[in-house]
């Protein structure tokens, strides 16, 4: 079965200056395979790349070396257009129109029509939450309710595949939680989802896979399990019933022993010893332990590493 | 041609909700009004007058409507970036560009029948009011339809200049289109003043250059056969035939070079 995206070398040179305008790159060989039902996750900070890419993926930019496919076809070809949907980054439609008749407008140009038309625009209106001001110009929305008509026409077709920018910006809480809701309820369906974040809560939450882009360059792509699994850095334990006698003697034994209140304590252990060990010690001396964590590297810990290890990484001139 | 005609009624309905093409058919209708006062003043030139502004008031507000909007059609989709959602539907950018061109077409349509409208129901008005001896000594009578030839090349003028700010505002920014465009409209009724450049200047080279801007810029000068109208002296079939032909295929050049440019187009 073709990937679901697929992109090779993909690279993209903008022109900087005005007078002696000199290639940067904001793109630098992106390969990369995204099978279909996966929900990727395309991570980094700001400017490394990610809506370049999903830019290019849409072609509303032209790579300048690479090459980048959809459901195994070019992308850009106007056959895939009609099965995938895209939610540009801080969307913005148009002010005189109303919610429904821009995604009456969008249905209309995958040929959906009359009742069938009608009756999708309601829908997808009561899936972002904007049943009730459907009939409201746009120019009256929140910078949250246009995100969500963004999302809407990007699902008006009932796309094979998603691309979405940042589709977490502008909205509160609750709409968060509706959008993560929402990528559920596709990845149940089978729809392939690519969505770029720098917010790494939305990726743990959601994505089967994640890409972490950095400067324009790919840093590591993987399983989410594998990639926060990646180290254990020790164990975190919480003990009460810790005397005076008993912290002094483990003072010398452990990474580090912070008080919490009276007789309670934190204590830490590196990932080379046991902490079976330790409880047994502390419950020798009638200390009780009340919680035990193992130290791992979260995908924010992780993220930061592979940032700092691109950054210090040579640039190519460009 | 179903995207284009989407795309069409998109800007139309965008358009005809939007403030501006409404003041401005207003202030055409206020000036055409006013015209029939200021026919007051001056003895047995009144008709003239009345017809002079009111078609100056088509042309003008036409004008600024079609460089207003025209503009704003791509280069706000552009700037705000709701291109992107119409791009990566399955419309093409050639069908983006005419469906626009289509689009501002018919809401100058629209504007320019409101506003025509309007002029004949002051003309039927003065008619009514005016002696027998007052309309004989008009060179034409107040609702000549031959008003709507005038009429009728005002829009083909437009349709040009409609092409032109579209073409502008491919590549260039608004404020830089605006200024083009308008300063083209002013240069494209002085355009036969190149044509005889060799006569005023003796060095061969600017002469040529006048030559060669002659047949690049556009020639509105023919669109406007106001004073003929309204003097009531004939104006021949053949020109307003040879200037719409001369008005499309203008337009024509002008789209064809916008796609072009469209079609290469980054959208950062």
Avoid at chain 1, 23 to 49: K, Q
Avoid at chain 1, 72 to 101: F, H, K, M, S, W
Avoid at chain 1, 224 to 252: C, H, M, N, P, Y
Avoid at chain 2, 57 to 76: H, T
């Amino acid at each position: 079965m073709a990937a679901a995206i697929e992109t090779e070398n993909l690279t993209k040179d903008f022109l900087v200056g005005f007078w002696r305008p000199r290639p940067y790159r904001a793109l630098d060989g992106l390969t990369l395979s995204v099978e279909p039902g996966e929900v990727f996750g395309f991570l980094g900070p700001n400017g490394a790349g990610k809506s370049t890419t999903l830019k290019l993926l849409m072609q509303l930019i032209y790579p300048s070396a690479g090459q980048a496919s959809i459901l195994g076809r070019p992308a850009g070809d106007v056959a895939v257009r009609q099965r995938i949907g895209y939610l540009a980054e801080n969307p913005y439609y148009y002010d005189y129109l109303t919610a429904e008749e821009v995604l009456t407008y969008f249905a209309r140009l995958f040929g959906i029509r009359g009742r069938d038309a009608t009756a999708r625009v309601a829908r997808v209106l009561d899936e972002v939450g904007l049943g009730a001001e459907r009939r409201m110009r746009l120019r009256r929305f929140s910078k949250g309710m246009l995100q969500r008509v963004g999302l809407a026409q990007a699902l008006i077709n009932d796309p094979e595949v998603l691309f979405l920018d940042e589709p977490m910006s502008g909205l509160d809480p609750l709409g968060r939680r509706q959008v993560r809701d929402l990528i559920l309820q596709l990845r149940a369906k089978g729809t392939t989802v690519f969505f770029s974040s720098h917010i790494l809560a939305d990726a743990e939450a959601l994505c089967s896979r994640v890409a972490i882009l950095a400067q324009g360059r790919l840093a590591t792509t993987g399983r989410i399990s594998e990639l926060v699994a990646f180290q254990l850095k020790g164990w975190e334990l919480i003990a009460s019933g810790v005397t005076d006698e008993l912290r002094a003697a483990l003072a010398s034994k452990v990474a580090a022993i912070v008080p919490l209140s009276h007789d309670r304590y934190t204590i830490q252990i590196g990932p080379g010893e046991k902490p079976e060990r330790l409880m047994t010690e502390l419950g020798t001396h009638g200390a009780s332990v009340e919680s035990l964590l193992p130290l791992r590297d979260t995908l924010e810990d992780y993220f930061m590493q592979q940032v700092a290890a691109a950054q210090a990484r040579d640039t190519g001139g460009l | 041609m179903r995207a284009i005609a989407l795309v069409a009624g998109a800007v139309f309905r965008e358009s005809i909700r939007d403030r501006v093409p409404y003041s401005m058919v207003i202030f055409a209708v206020l000036l055409m009004a006013a015209s029939y006062l200021i026919s007051q003043m001056t003895a047995g030139q009144d008709m003239k007058i009345i017809k002079d502004l009111g078609l100056a008031a088509v042309s003008i507000f036409g004008l600024l409507i079609a460089v207003f909007i025209g503009i704003g059609l791509v280069s706000k989709e552009v700037e705000r970036k709701s291109i992107y959602a119409l791009l990566t539907k399955p419309v093409t950018r050639p069908q983006f560009v005419l469906g626009k061109f289509a689009g501002l077409l018919l809401t100058l349509l629209v504007n320019i029948a409101a506003m025509t409208v309007a002029f004949y129901l002051v003309l039927a008005y003065v008619h009514s009011a005016a002696t027998e001896g007052q309309r004989l000594s008009w060179p034409a009578p107040a609702t000549d339809p031959r008003l709507l030839v005038a009429i009728l090349l005002i829009y083909a003028e437009l349709a040009v200049v409609t092409a032109l700010a579209l073409f502008f505002s491919t590549f260039s920014s608004p404020l830089l289109a605006t200024l083009l465009t308008l300063g083209l409209w002013v240069a494209g009724h002085f355009n036969a003043d190149l044509r005889n450049f060799e006569n005023v200047v003796d060095v061969a080279a600017i002469a040529w250059l006048g030559k060669v801007l002659y047949y690049t810029l556009p020639n509105l000068a023919p669109f406007d056969v106001k004073a003929e109208i309204v003097h009531g002296f004939p104006v021949a079939w053949r020109h307003v035939g040879l200037t719409l032909l001369y008005a499309a295929v203008y337009a024509g050049i002008l789209l064809t070079a916008a796609i072009a440019i469209f079609r290469r187009r980054d959208f950062k």
